[in-house]
């Protein structure tokens, strides 16, 4: 992605991008929750990246896509991690590839 020459880093801008897609929060809620981090990014600028990189990560994303195959293997366990308990769930394509996972503390 070329965000060179903007004020912000890439993470920050990637991270208001996906909350707008992905929780359909508007431009004034992404500014809020960026401040209550101690990030002051105006409304507007949020709405620029939108327009700006969207459709760019939308592509980027469309090409690296790949079909996913009609059977799935699905394992649910309990790991120890450092001493403590998680659960841990994977799904996997027929071929062995990770189509989904999930990961939480029990």
Known sequence: ?????????SDIILQAIRHYVSYKLSFRDIEEIFAERGIQVDHA???????????????????????????????????KIK??????????DKYGDIVDFYLSQT
Do not use: C
Request: glycine letters at 4%; aromatic letters at 22%.
């Open 45 to 79: 600028t949020i709405n620029r990246w939108v327009i700006r990189f969207a459709p760019l990560i939308e592509q980027n994303a469309r090409a690296r896509k790949h079909p996913v195959s009609s059977s799935w293997r699905i394992d649910e366990t309990y790991i």
């Open 1 to 9: 992605m070329p965000f060179t020459g903007y004020h912000f880093p």
């Open 83 to 92: 001493g403590k308990w998680w659960y841990y769930y994977r799904a996997v």
